[in-house]
């Protein structure tokens, strides 16, 4: 009888084929080392993709992430990625919620004109002035801080050091959000204006003391050094096109349609198949809930890990035309090209979270929204350009994934829909329905995402985009930092074992930071 062929021992088997996960990949097979990735679709770049969501319909939005910020220039040059990055002229667009015909402009290219729209909602120029010093006074944070994201984890001490600033280190660090904004700004409209930073996929309040809030906030605004959030051209898809590219080019193999459903410290992965990937290192680029969940099959047993909650839904649509404001002064084309602020007070957006917490949704949704197409219009088909179509996202706040406890799927999807676009249209000078596009068949173009359709769709436990809490991006200064992944923080109980994904120190949004930071690692781990 012949004997059983063993598979090959890879120097690293990579659990997930997300955006993160082909960052390690191409990092890894680039250094010379075997890399396998291992992902349940039958594509990759998890929630980085351009999907057509209507048939016969020639946009190809960005269904799920949608948006670049945090994503070092080191590692697009250090792989050879072609990703193309268009910065948004205008920061943001607000309509005052209580007279809609008047809003408040943000022009990274017109001061003048940024502090006149100022003016007409908040009665004079003194709110435009300290929007902008408080812009100001968070530029030395994300300084110091992003180009550390892809170097071994500082401690808390040694950053608050080097920031020089230890006022704004307790007001941004160590004390609620809130208060911070309350004593920087004046009106109830700036203070949400800032605020809503600090809930993008998290439930919290201004005040909450966990500080979640803070530290979503804080990822918001270092991206690049400046806080900017630009779009990928050609949309969310190109950017994993393009990893998949330099991971396979390097020699990396991208296995799709695979299922992991355990794995063992020892480097032995089951996939739903019943064969097994061995690895002498294993990356994981799912939620660290899912990890535990896989590491338990594997009877590897270990500490529970908190289910995750997201918060947070997606409207995707396509128009036939924009729609019209209520506020005459401002031209649709230059409200929806940045971020456009729906019901999002500081106010609205505190009450929205009591009205959540205790079971409800809430009214008015508060919600931002962005045109992918009005910055790059490559997502459209010719006859859809030539047509003045366009894309638009809308992304609602404070919608904790335990509203959905108990629902069925297609109803809250349908009654979470129906709160969005009433809360669009009460800033609008007509219905966004009318302007919906209608497909061949008759159906119009709008889509809900829901967390539980993140979680169904693509695994992620509780639809949460950041696969847990988001974590400060430094060491505390007792933490143990002996073990390479300890020092890039992407540890898991198992020495043999690390995170890649989201769940890592600085993972979240897309980035790359979690699989740069666990390639580095690992590479450190495999020299030994």
């Known amino acids: 009888m012949a004997a059983a062929v063993r598979s090959p021992v890879y120097d690293a088997a990579i659990v997930g084929g997300g955006h993160n996960a082909l960052v390690a990949a191409a990092y890894l097979a680039r250094a010379g080392r075997t890399v396998v990735v291992l992902e349940r679709l039958d594509h990759l770049g998890g929630a980085a993709v351009s999907e057509q969501p209507w048939p016969g319909v020639a946009a190809r939005l960005s269904r799920y992430s949608y948006l670049v910020s945090l994503l070092p220039r080191s590692i697009i040059d250090d792989l050879g990625l072609d990703i193309r990055l268009r910065r948004r002229r205008y920061s943001s667009y607000t309509p005052d919620p209580h007279d809609p015909s008047r809003g408040i402009l943000i022009d990274t290219a017109d001061a003048a004109a940024t502090a006149d729209a100022f003016a007409r909602v908040t009665g004079g120029t003194g709110e435009a002035v300290r929007f902008a010093q408080f812009s100001e006074r968070l530029e030395p944070v994300a300084r110091l801080l992003f180009p550390s994201m892809t170097e071994p984890l500082r401690r808390a001490g040694e950053v608050r050091a080097a920031l020089e600033d230890d006022g704004l280190w307790e007001a941004l660090f160590e ?91 020892d480097g032995a992965i089951t996939l739903d198949d019943d064969s097994t990937v061995h690895a002498r290192l294993v990356l994981s680029g799912v939620g660290p809930a899912v990890l535990a969940r896989l590491l338990a099959s594997g009877s590897a047993g270990g500490a529970p890990v908190p289910a995750p909650e997201g918060a947070q839904l997606k409207v ?16 649709p084309e230059a409200a929806f090209a940045g971020t456009f602020h729906v019901n999002e007070t500081m106010s609205q957006l505190d009450t929205a979270h009591a009205t959540a917490q205790g079971g409800g949704i809430p009214d008015p949704l508060p919600a931002e929204i962005y045109c992918h197409s009005l910055t790059d219009s490559s997502i459209l088909g010719p006859g859809l350009r030539a047509s003045g179509a366009h894309t638009l996202t809308l992304f609602g706040l404070q919608v904790p994934h335990r509203l959905l406890d108990g629902r069925d799927p297609d109803a809250a999807r349908a009654t979470l829909l129906d709160a969005a676009q009433r809360s669009l249209d009460t800033v609008l000078a007509e219905p966004i329905a009318d302007c919906l596009y209608e497909a061949s068949d008759g159906s119009l173009c709008v889509e809900a995402r829901t967390t539980a359709d993140l979680e169904s769709a693509l695994g992620m436990l509780g639809g949460d985009i950041f696969h847990g809490e988001l974590s400060w991006p430094w060491a505390g200064d007792g933490d143990p930092l002996v073990t390479p992944a300890e020092r890039w923080g992407v540890t898991t109980e198992h020495p043999t074992v690390l995170v890649c994904g989201s769940g890592a120190r600085r993972g979240g949004a897309v980035s790359g930071l979690g699989g740069h930071n666990a390639a580095m690692a690992a590479l450190e781990l495999l020299a030994r």
């Open 175 to 265: 004390r609620p959000l809130g208060e911070l904004l309350r004593s920087s700004l004046d009106t109830d409209i700036a203070r949400g204006i800032a605020l809503t930073d600090g809930l993008i996929g998290t439930f919290a309040s201004a005040d909450d003391e966990s500080l979640r809030q803070n530290r979503c906030f804080l990822y918001h605004v270092i991206g690049g050094g400046t806080g900017d959030w630009d779009v990928p051209v050609g949309g969310m898809g190109s950017v994993s096109a393009e990893l998949s590219r330099a991971a396979r080019d390097a020699g990396a193999e991208l296995r799709t349609g695979v299922e992991v459903v355990a794995v063992s410290p």
């Open 316 to 331: 995707n649509m396509l128009l036939q035309r924009l729609p019209r404001l209520r506020d005459d002064r401002v031209a």
